[in-house]
């Protein structure tokens, strides 16, 4: 793998959410390298402690980085507010990028008054959030929506059986009618965008992965990095789930 693919970008994420920004990514910039390791032996992210995150992201980086890599992108808001500080800190030579719920684009439209943010537990609560709230919910109202057990849902794929819109239901039904705008802040909710939508009716949908594509884009610039190639890069699957059926499980979110 490191013949053939250094000079890659890494993308990580606990599981499949992250290939919701690895697509944006791919669109971006067309002519990179990248690979994707999906953490699924250890999802949900958004339900462990931060420490047990930042571990995690550490181990995984360390490997991508062994194998070649010229830039991380951490594809997972939780692993972002977790570890993405310590991680710049210790690999101060390398650009690692993160995601976050995306907030300020949701904030700057006038008619979103009152807005949903739907994120994992742990998000929720850590610091990196609680400052982005605060920096942009001046003048709007700011609602938390914890949506513990949807991103391990969603992991098992099979989206268009009913049980998806249940549990959507189940955690955030009663707000159907109450918000505005919606802030998919854990990457896997881009993938269950439409049953949202079902569930909350004439919403406007927000996520992060067009941001983190262009933060990419800049910091590659930045230090030299863009790929001199002009023909189409390659996009690999890594699991820590190491099966056919997962690395065909994260072709078809791929393909979604």
Same mark, same amino acid.
């Given at each position: ?8 970008v ?13 697509? %944006? ?47 991380? =992108? ?23 990028i ?15 008054? *009152? ?12 610091? &990196?959030?609680?400052?982005?709230? %605060? ?7 700011v ?9 391990? *849902?969603?992991? *098992? ?7 998806? =819109? ?5 955690l ?9 705008a ?29 941001g ?6 800049? &910091? ?18 890594l ?5 056919? %059926? ?11």
């Amino acid at each position: 793998m490191t013949s053939e693919y250094s000079g890659y970008v890494g993308v990580f994420d606990s599981g499949v959410g992250g290939i919701s920004v690895l697509k %944006e990514l791919v669109r971006a910039l067309p002519n990179e390298n990248f690979v994707f390791y999906g953490d699924s032996a250890n999802a949900p992210y958004g339900e462990k402690t931060r420490d047990q995150v930042l571990r995690r992201s550490r181990d995984i980086v360390d490997f991508l980085l062994n194998k070649g890599a010229k830039a991380i =992108v951490i594809a997972c808001n939780t692993a972002t507010s977790a570890a993405a500080p310590t991680l710049r800190n210790d690999y101060a030579h390398v650009p690692i990028i993160g995601v976050e719920p995306a907030l300020k684009p949701a904030t700057l439209v006038d008619e979103n008054k *009152r807005i949903l943010v739907m994120a994992t537990p742990i998000t929720l609560r850590l610091d &990196k959030y609680q400052q982005l709230a %605060e920096k942009w919910g001046t003048g709007r109202e700011v609602i938390d929506a914890p949506c513990p057990g949807l991103a391990a *849902r969603i992991e *098992r794929g099979h989206l268009e059986d009913h049980d998806v =819109v249940s549990l959507l239901e189940q955690l955030v039904g009663g707000y159907r009618g109450e918000v505005d705008a919606v802030v998919l802040g854990c990457t896997h909710y881009s993938f269950v965008a439409q049953q949202i939508l079902q569930v909350l009716g004439d919403v406007r949908l927000y996520d992060g992965a067009l941001g983190t594509a262009r933060q990419l884009e800049r &910091k590659l610039a930045e230090r030299g990095l863009l790929t001199k190639s002009s023909g189409a890069g390659v996009v690999k699957f890594l699991s820590s789930k190491d099966t056919p %059926e997962e690395i065909e499980l994260y072709q078809s979110f791929y393909s979604m």
